[in-house]
DNA sequence: TACCAAACGTA
DNA sequence: GTACGTTTGGTAG
C-alpha cells in the first residue's frame, strides 16, 4: 500500500505568537531597528517542518480580523485576551510575503476562525484520501482527531514534537477525541475566557466525563453529584456549560473548498524568497538555504602563486595599478602575536592570487623558508609602501599591523571595507566580510569553519590548512573586498560621509595601528606588590562578612548574597532584578546605615573588582616579545563614532575612588629619564553643546572661562556667584549632565535625591536659564524625526528608526539617543582630528615621544626627556584647534613619573 | 562549552 | 538619561 498523501495545514496566528515570546527575551532586530522575532522563528518553523516532513500538500491559516459569530453568540469570547503586542503587528504582512514567496497559500476566511477553517479543510481533505496534520500547540484541535486527522504540535522549548492520534489524545485526557468537546465545554477555557461550567476544572470534568459518558449525559444526571459544590456548579450553570459547547466547538462546514492543486508543495520562489529575506536581514537563513547566486555562475579565477616566478609576473602587472585590494592570512586573531602565513590580493573584480608563506607541504611537516619569506615580502613592500597606490582592506588596521612586525609599513591612501559599512550603518554588531558579501553581493562565502574547524578548543591555524583550501579562501577574501569596496565607495558618496570617512576614519587607521604597536609599559612590580596587599585585605574582609552572615558562602555570587541578606537575615529588599534579588551597590548603600555587613561587602566588591580586572590581569597582558601591552582601539564599535578598547579595555582603568586610581602608578614609560603625558579637554562635551546649540550664555560662560557648573548655579537658582553652595554646584553638575543624555524629572530626581517635581522645576529653571539649549532638543528631536537620522558636525550619522514608533519607551529612548549622539559623536570627530594633527606633527618633527592611550577626551603620551615641552606645546596647540568652534576649546595637560601624576 | 545576567570600571 | 568592556556565577546545551 502507497503510504497517504499528507497535508499540512498550520494555525498561523498560533504559530506566530509562539515564535515571538520564544525571542521575548532577545528579541531579533533589523540594522534598522525593526523587530523581527515572530517572522524569523515562524519561517524557521516552516522550513523545519518541510525538511523534517517533505508534505506533498501545505498552507497556513489565519484568523480574520472581523468579530465571528461566536462573538455574536458571546461577547465576551477573547474578551480577556491582551491585545497584539505592537512590534508583533507589522510582522504579520510581514509574514504573508514570506510564505507568499515560498509557495505557500495562506488562508484568510471573514467571519470565521483559522480553527473553523483548518477544521473544515481537514473533513475535506479526509474525503479526498488524504492525511491532515494540523499544526498547531492548541489542545481544541484534539476534538477533530480521528485515523486521518492529527494534530501536530510542534515542539517548543524542552517540550518535544508530539503528532496526536486517536491513542495520544486518549493518553493525555483518558478520553478519546470525540469526548474532548464536552470536556472543554465543562471545564471552559480561560485563554480564550469560555466560562464553561464554574467548578469544574481539568480533574473534575474528565471524571464526570468518564463516569456519566457524555456531556449531555452529565447535565442529565449531574443532580445525582454527591458532591455538593459540582451539583450546584451543574444545576445553576447549565446554560453556561451549553454555550460553551457552543463556543469550542469548531465548525466543519465554513464555505471553503479544497483546491488541491492550489496546496500542492512544490518548492520555493527563490528569487522573491531571497528578497524577501533579505528585506528582513534573515542572512543566516538565505545561506542555509543556498539561496545566494550560484558559484557556478561568478567569475572566480583565484590562482596560488608558489614560484618566484608566477610572482615576478604578477608583481610586473600589478605595478600598473592604481588600487588593489589585499588581504593577510595569520596564525593568530590577535595582531601582536600573529604570524604570516600568506597574503591574498585582487585588482580586479572575479580575479584573485594567494601567496603562501608558511604551510604544509607533501610530508606534512611545516614548510617555511626564511629565504622564501624575505623574498615575497621584498616583492610586495614596494606595492605596500606606494604613496600613490590605494590599498583596499577589510579591516586593514590588523593586515597593517601584521605588515609592521614584518618591515613593510603600509603607507598611502587606504579603503577600508569594514569602516565604510560602520559609518553607513554604525548600530550593527558584526562587520564580518561574509556578512557584507551576501548584504551586497548576495554571495554566500565559504565559512572559516570549514577550514579551521567549529570547535573553538580543536581549532587549527591557517598554516595547518591545505594550500589549496587556504588559496581559495584567502583570494576570495581579496576579490570580495575588491568587489565591495567598488560599491561601498559609491554608498560613502552618495551619504555624504565622504569627509568622516576620508578625512578622519581612514587617516586615523594609520595613527591607532602606530599607536596599537607602540603599546604601553606597564610597572609590573608594583602590581604584584598591590595585589598582595589587596589579597591580606581582601581576605580580612572575606571573614568579617561570614561571621556576620553565620555562613561561609561565595562572595561573588548575587544569588546567594541575595539568599543570605534577604532570606536567611531577612532584610528589607531594597530593589529587586529580572532574576531576583538586586544587591548593587544602590541597594548596599541603603543597607548600610542599619546593617554594617552592608559596608564590608561594598568594600569587598570594590576591591575584588580592581584584584580581578586590573591588578591580577595586566600583569598577564604584557606581550612577551615587545615587553608592553597592546591594546587593540576598535573604530567600528561605537554607534556615536567613539572608539572602544578591548584585550585589555584601557579606557576604564579606576580613577574616581583613591585606591583605585593607585592603579594608574603602574602606568609608566619604559625608558630611563621619560616620562608620562596627559592632556584632556576641559568641559568637551558642553563646550559641543554650547556650540551646537548657540546659547548665547552657556557661549558666554565659556568665553569668559567660567566654572561653566557654578555658572549654570548662579543663573539657574538666581544667586550671585559667591552665595553657591558646594551642594547648588554639585546640583547643577548634575543638571548638565542629564540634559546633554537626554533625562527626564524621573532620573534627574534620582541622582539629585529630590523630588520628582522640584526635579520637573530644576529642568525648567535649566532651560528658561539657556533657552538655546532646549531649542537644540526640540530641533533635534523634529530633525530625527522627519529624516530618520541625527548627525554630528561633520556629518556623521547614527539612524534612530525608533523615534517613530508607537511605543513610548522606545520612542523616548530613541529620543534621547539622538539628543546624546550629536554631542558625543562630535566629541569623538574632535578628538580623532586632533589625534591625526598630533601624529602627523609628531612625525613632521620626527619626535622620539610617542601617543599610547586614547580616552574619549583625553590623550596620554611616552615623553622623551627632551621633548617634554615641544611636545606640551605641539599636543596643546593641535587639540585645542582641531575644529573651529563658537566657543575656545581648551585642553589641561600634566606630565609626570605616571599616569596617576600626569592627570 | 557557550551564552546570559548582574555587577562595576571609564568618559 | 548617553556610550562602552570585563569578570563572575549560573545555566543550557
Given at each position: 500500500m502507497t503510504p497517504q498523501k499528507r497535508l499540512f495545514l498550520i494555525d498561523g496566528m498560533a504559530l506566530a505568537y509562539r515564535a515571538h515570546f520564544a525571542f521575548i527575551r532577545n528579541p531579533l532586530l533589523t540594522s534598522d531597528g525593526r523587530h523581527v522575532s515572530a517572522a524569523y522563528g515562524f519561517t524557521k518553523s516552516v522550513l523545519k517542518l518541510i525538511r523534517d516532513e517533505k508534505p506533498e500538500y501545505l498552507a497556513v491559516v489565519f484568523d480574520a480580523k472581523e468579530k465571528t459569530f461566536r462573538h455574536e453568540k458571546?461577547?465576551?469570547?477573547?474578551?480577556?485576551r491582551e491585545k497584539m503586542p505592537f512590534e508583533m503587528r507589522p510582522q504579520i504582512p510581514w509574514i504573508r510575503e514570506i510564505m507568499e514567496a515560498m509557495n505557500i497559500p495562506v488562508f484568510v476566511k471573514s467571519g470565521f476562525e483559522a480553527d473553523d477553517v483548518i477544521g473544515t479543510l481537514a473533513v475535506q481533505a479526509q474525503e479526498k484520501g488524504l492525511d491532515t496534520y494540523m499544526v498547531s500547540?492548541?489542545?481544541?484541535?484534539?476534538?477533530?482527531?480521528n485515523d486521518h486527522i492529527f494534530l501536530y504540535s510542534p515542539a517548543v522549548g524542552n517540550k518535544d514534537l508530539v503528532v496526536y492520534t486517536c491513542d495520544e489524545v486518549k493518553k493525555k485526557w483518558d478520553v478519546g477525541p470525540e469526548r474532548i468537546v464536552d470536556l472543554l465545554s465543562l471545564m471552559g477555557d480561560s485563554s480564550d475566557n469560555i466560562p464553561g461550567i464554574p467548578g469544574i476544572g481539568e480533574k473534575t470534568a474528565v471524571k464526570l466525563i468518564k463516569k456519566y459518558g457524555s456531556f449531555d449525559l452529565v447535565l442529565e444526571k449531574g443532580q445525582e453529584e454527591s458532591n455538593a459544590r459540582i451539583r450546584k456548579g451543574i444545576e445553576e450553570h447549565r446554560e453556561s456549560g451549553l454555550l460553551s459547547r457552543e463556543l469550542v466547538t469548531i465548525k466543519t462546514d465554513v464555505p471553503v473548498e479544497l483546491d488541491l492543486d492550489t496546496f500542492q508543495f512544490t518548492g520555493f520562489n527563490e528569487d522573491a524568497l531571497r528578497k524577501t529575506l533579505e528585506k528582513m536581514e534573515f542572512y543566516a537563513l538565505i545561506n542555509e538555504l543556498q539561496l545566494g547566486e550560484s558559484h557556478e555562475d561568478v567569475e572566480q579565477n583565484y590562482r596560488v602563486l608558489d614560484t618566484r616566478k608566477s610572482l615576478d609576473d604578477f608583481i610586473q602587472k600589478i605595478s600598473g595599478e592604481k588600487a588593489f585590494a589585499f588581504d593577510t592570512e595569520t596564525d593568530h586573531i590577535d595582531a601582536n602575536r600573529a604570524n604570516l602565513v600568506g597574503v591574498s590580493l585582487s585588482y580586479q573584480a572575479g580575479q584573485a592570487v594567494y601567496i603562501p608563506l608558511r604551510f604544509l607541504n607533501k610530508e606534512n611537516e611545516l614548510f617555511d623558508t626564511q629565504d622564501d619569506v624575505v623574498y615575497v615580502l621584498s616583492q610586495l613592500k614596494p606595492l605596500l609602501e606606494n604613496d600613490n597606490v590605494l590599498k583596499v582592506g577589510h579591516n586593514i588596521k590588523y593586515d597593517l599591523l601584521v605588515l609592521k612586525k614584518y618591515g613593510v609599513e603600509g603607507k598611502g591612501p587606504l579603503f577600508d571595507t569594514m569602516i565604510a559599512e560602520y559609518l553607513l550603518n554604525?548600530?550593527?554588531?558584526s562587520y564580518k566580510l561574509d556578512h557584507l558579501a551576501q548584504r551586497y553581493l548576495n554571495y554566500k562565502m565559504q565559512s572559516i569553519e570549514e577550514l579551521i574547524g567549529d570547535k573553538k578548543s580543536k581549532q587549527i591555524t591557517m598554516d595547518k590548512v591545505s594550500l589549496e583550501k587556504a588559496g581559495f579562501y584567502a583570494a576570495e577574501d581579496a576579490d570580495i573586498t575588491w568587489k565591495l569596496y567598488k560599491i561601498l565607495e559609491e554608498k560613502i558618496h552618495k551619504e555624504k560621509l565622504d569627509k568622516i570617512f576620508h578625512d578622519i576614519e581612514i587617516p586615523l587607521v594609520h595613527v591607532l595601528t602606530r599607536m596599537e604597536d607602540n603599546g604601553v609599559y606597564l610597572d609590573v612590580e608594583f602590581l604584584k606588590n598591590m595585589e598582595g596587599e589587596v589579597r591580606d585585605e581582601l581576605s580580612k574582609i572575606t571573614e568579617k562578612i561570614y561571621d556576620l552572615a553565620g555562613e561561609r558562602f561565595n562572595l561573588n555570587s548575587p544569588k546567594q548574597l541575595g539568599y543570605i541578606l534577604f532570606e536567611k537575615l531577612k532584610y528589607p529588599v531594597v530593589k529587586k532584578t529580572k532574576t531576583g534579588y538586586s544587591t548593587d551597590v544602590t541597594v548596599l548603600e541603603t543597607l548600610k546605615k542599619e546593617y554594617p555587613i552592608a559596608k564590608h561587602l561594598l568594600e569587598y566588591r570594590t576591591l575584588s573588582k580592581l584584584q580581578s580586572t586590573y591588578i591580577e590581569t595586566l600583569p598577564k597582558?604584557?606581550?612577551?616579545?615587545?615587553?608592553r601591552v597592546h591594546t587593540s582601539f576598535n573604530q567600528t564599535v561605537a554607534a556615536t563614532g567613539r572608539l572602544s578598547s578591548t584585550?585589555?579595555?584601557?579606557?576604564?582603568?579606576?580613577?574616581?575612588t583613591p585606591l583605585g586610581r593607585r592603579i594608574r602608578k603602574a602606568f609608566i614609560a619604559q625608558d630611563k629619564g621619560w616620562k608620562i603625558l596627559s592632556a584632556d579637554y576641559s568641559q568637551v562635551e558642553l563646550r559641543i553643546m554650547a556650540h551646537l546649540s548657540g546659547d548665547e550664555r552657556l557661549i558666554q560662560a565659556f568665553l569668559e572661562d567660567a566654572d561653566v557648573h557654578a555658572r549654570t548655579a548662579a543663573l539657574v537658582f538666581g544667586v550671585s556667584e559667591k552665595e553657591i553652595t558646594e551642594d547648588m554646584r554639585r546640583k547643577a553638575k548634575v543638571v548638565n549632565f542629564g540634559i546633554m543624555y537626554g533625562a527626564g524629572p524621573f532620573r534627574m530626581s534620582n541622582e539629585l535625591d529630590m523630588s520628582r517635581q522640584d526635579a520637573a522645576a530644576l529642568i525648567k529653571a535649566y532651560f528658561d536659564t539657556y533657552p538655546g539649549v532646549e531649542k537644540y532638543v526640540e530641533n533635534i528631536k523634529k530633525e530625527a524625526a522627519e529624516t530618520g537620522m541625527v548627525r554630528t558636525l561633520l556629518g556623521r550619522y547614527r539612524q534612530v528608526?525608533?523615534?517613530?514608533?508607537?511605543n513610548r519607551n522606545l520612542r523616548d529612548a530613541a529620543e534621547r539617543m539622538a539628543i546624546n549622539m550629536p554631542v558625543q559623536g562630535t566629541a569623538a570627530d574632535l578628538i580623532k582630528l586632533a589625534m591625526i594633527r598630533v601624529d602627523a606633527d609628531m612625525q613632521k618633527k620626527t619626535l622620539k615621544s610617542r601617543m599610547i592611550l586614547q580616552v574619549h577626551d583625553e590623550l596620554v603620551f611616552e615623553t622623551a626627556p627632551d621633548e617634554e615641552d615641544v611636545l606640551c606645546d605641539l599636543v596643546k596647540k593641535d587639540m585645542e584647534s582641531a575644529m573651529e568652534l563658537d566657543v575656545p576649546l581648551k585642553v589641561d595637560i600634566g606630565i609626570g613619573d605616571s599616569w596617576f601624576e600626569a592627570h
Amino acid at each position: 500500500m502507497t503510504p497517504q498523501k499528507r497535508l499540512f495545514l498550520i494555525d498561523g496566528m498560533a504559530l506566530a505568537y509562539r515564535a515571538h515570546f520564544a525571542f521575548i527575551r532577545n528579541p531579533l532586530l533589523t540594522s534598522d531597528g525593526r523587530h523581527v522575532s515572530a517572522a524569523y522563528g515562524f519561517t524557521k518553523s516552516v522550513l523545519k517542518l518541510i525538511r523534517d516532513e517533505k508534505p506533498e500538500y501545505l498552507a497556513v491559516v489565519f484568523d480574520a480580523k472581523e468579530k465571528t459569530f461566536r462573538h455574536e453568540k458571546y461577547p465576551e469570547y477573547k474578551a480577556t485576551r491582551e491585545k497584539m503586542p505592537f512590534e508583533m503587528r507589522p510582522q504579520i504582512p510581514w509574514i504573508r510575503e514570506i510564505m507568499e514567496a515560498m509557495n505557500i497559500p495562506v488562508f484568510v476566511k471573514s467571519g470565521f476562525e483559522a480553527d473553523d477553517v483548518i477544521g473544515t479543510l481537514a473533513v475535506q481533505a479526509q474525503e479526498k484520501g488524504l492525511d491532515t496534520y494540523m499544526v498547531s500547540g492548541d489542545k481544541d484541535f484534539m476534538q477533530l482527531v480521528n485515523d486521518h486527522i492529527f494534530l501536530y504540535s510542534p515542539a517548543v522549548g524542552n517540550k518535544d514534537l508530539v503528532v496526536y492520534t486517536c491513542d495520544e489524545v486518549k493518553k493525555k485526557w483518558d478520553v478519546g477525541p470525540e469526548r474532548i468537546v464536552d470536556l472543554l465545554s465543562l471545564m471552559g477555557d480561560s485563554s480564550d475566557n469560555i466560562p464553561g461550567i464554574p467548578g469544574i476544572g481539568e480533574k473534575t470534568a474528565v471524571k464526570l466525563i468518564k463516569k456519566y459518558g457524555s456531556f449531555d449525559l452529565v447535565l442529565e444526571k449531574g443532580q445525582e453529584e454527591s458532591n455538593a459544590r459540582i451539583r450546584k456548579g451543574i444545576e445553576e450553570h447549565r446554560e453556561s456549560g451549553l454555550l460553551s459547547r457552543e463556543l469550542v466547538t469548531i465548525k466543519t462546514d465554513v464555505p471553503v473548498e479544497l483546491d488541491l492543486d492550489t496546496f500542492q508543495f512544490t518548492g520555493f520562489n527563490e528569487d522573491a524568497l531571497r528578497k524577501t529575506l533579505e528585506k528582513m536581514e534573515f542572512y543566516a537563513l538565505i545561506n542555509e538555504l543556498q539561496l545566494g547566486e550560484s558559484h557556478e555562475d561568478v567569475e572566480q579565477n583565484y590562482r596560488v602563486l608558489d614560484t618566484r616566478k608566477s610572482l615576478d609576473d604578477f608583481i610586473q602587472k600589478i605595478s600598473g595599478e592604481k588600487a588593489f585590494a589585499f588581504d593577510t592570512e595569520t596564525d593568530h586573531i590577535d595582531a601582536n602575536r600573529a604570524n604570516l602565513v600568506g597574503v591574498s590580493l585582487s585588482y580586479q573584480a572575479g580575479q584573485a592570487v594567494y601567496i603562501p608563506l608558511r604551510f604544509l607541504n607533501k610530508e606534512n611537516e611545516l614548510f617555511d623558508t626564511q629565504d622564501d619569506v624575505v623574498y615575497v615580502l621584498s616583492q610586495l613592500k614596494p606595492l605596500l609602501e606606494n604613496d600613490n597606490v590605494l590599498k583596499v582592506g577589510h579591516n586593514i588596521k590588523y593586515d597593517l599591523l601584521v605588515l609592521k612586525k614584518y618591515g613593510v609599513e603600509g603607507k598611502g591612501p587606504l579603503f577600508d571595507t569594514m569602516i565604510a559599512e560602520y559609518l553607513l550603518n554604525p548600530d550593527m554588531t558584526s562587520y564580518k566580510l561574509d556578512h557584507l558579501a551576501q548584504r551586497y553581493l548576495n554571495y554566500k562565502m565559504q565559512s572559516i569553519e570549514e577550514l579551521i574547524g567549529d570547535k573553538k578548543s580543536k581549532q587549527i591555524t591557517m598554516d595547518k590548512v591545505s594550500l589549496e583550501k587556504a588559496g581559495f579562501y584567502a583570494a576570495e577574501d581579496a576579490d570580495i573586498t575588491w568587489k565591495l569596496y567598488k560599491i561601498l565607495e559609491e554608498k560613502i558618496h552618495k551619504e555624504k560621509l565622504d569627509k568622516i570617512f576620508h578625512d578622519i576614519e581612514i587617516p586615523l587607521v594609520h595613527v591607532l595601528t602606530r599607536m596599537e604597536d607602540n603599546g604601553v609599559y606597564l610597572d609590573v612590580e608594583f602590581l604584584k606588590n598591590m595585589e598582595g596587599e589587596v589579597r591580606d585585605e581582601l581576605s580580612k574582609i572575606t571573614e568579617k562578612i561570614y561571621d556576620l552572615a553565620g555562613e561561609r558562602f561565595n562572595l561573588n555570587s548575587p544569588k546567594q548574597l541575595g539568599y543570605i541578606l534577604f532570606e536567611k537575615l531577612k532584610y528589607p529588599v531594597v530593589k529587586k532584578t529580572k532574576t531576583g534579588y538586586s544587591t548593587d551597590v544602590t541597594v548596599l548603600e541603603t543597607l548600610k546605615k542599619e546593617y554594617p555587613i552592608a559596608k564590608h561587602l561594598l568594600e569587598y566588591r570594590t576591591l575584588s573588582k580592581l584584584q580581578s580586572t586590573y591588578i591580577e590581569t595586566l600583569p598577564k597582558q604584557v606581550n612577551p616579545r615587545t615587553g608592553r601591552v597592546h591594546t587593540s582601539f576598535n573604530q567600528t564599535v561605537a554607534a556615536t563614532g567613539r572608539l572602544s578598547s578591548t584585550d585589555p579595555n584601557f579606557q576604564n582603568i579606576p580613577i574616581r575612588t583613591p585606591l583605585g586610581r593607585r592603579i594608574r602608578k603602574a602606568f609608566i614609560a619604559q625608558d630611563k629619564g621619560w616620562k608620562i603625558l596627559s592632556a584632556d579637554y576641559s568641559q568637551v562635551e558642553l563646550r559641543i553643546m554650547a556650540h551646537l546649540s548657540g546659547d548665547e550664555r552657556l557661549i558666554q560662560a565659556f568665553l569668559e572661562d567660567a566654572d561653566v557648573h557654578a555658572r549654570t548655579a548662579a543663573l539657574v537658582f538666581g544667586v550671585s556667584e559667591k552665595e553657591i553652595t558646594e551642594d547648588m554646584r554639585r546640583k547643577a553638575k548634575v543638571v548638565n549632565f542629564g540634559i546633554m543624555y537626554g533625562a527626564g524629572p524621573f532620573r534627574m530626581s534620582n541622582e539629585l535625591d529630590m523630588s520628582r517635581q522640584d526635579a520637573a522645576a530644576l529642568i525648567k529653571a535649566y532651560f528658561d536659564t539657556y533657552p538655546g539649549v532646549e531649542k537644540y532638543v526640540e530641533n533635534i528631536k523634529k530633525e530625527a524625526a522627519e529624516t530618520g537620522m541625527v548627525r554630528t558636525l561633520l556629518g556623521r550619522y547614527r539612524q534612530v528608526p525608533d523615534i517613530r514608533s508607537e511605543n513610548r519607551n522606545l520612542r523616548d529612548a530613541a529620543e534621547r539617543m539622538a539628543i546624546n549622539m550629536p554631542v558625543q559623536g562630535t566629541a569623538a570627530d574632535l578628538i580623532k582630528l586632533a589625534m591625526i594633527r598630533v601624529d602627523a606633527d609628531m612625525q613632521k618633527k620626527t619626535l622620539k615621544s610617542r601617543m599610547i592611550l586614547q580616552v574619549h577626551d583625553e590623550l596620554v603620551f611616552e615623553t622623551a626627556p627632551d621633548e617634554e615641552d615641544v611636545l606640551c606645546d605641539l599636543v596643546k596647540k593641535d587639540m585645542e584647534s582641531a575644529m573651529e568652534l563658537d566657543v575656545p576649546l581648551k585642553v589641561d595637560i600634566g606630565i609626570g613619573d605616571s599616569w596617576f601624576e600626569a592627570h
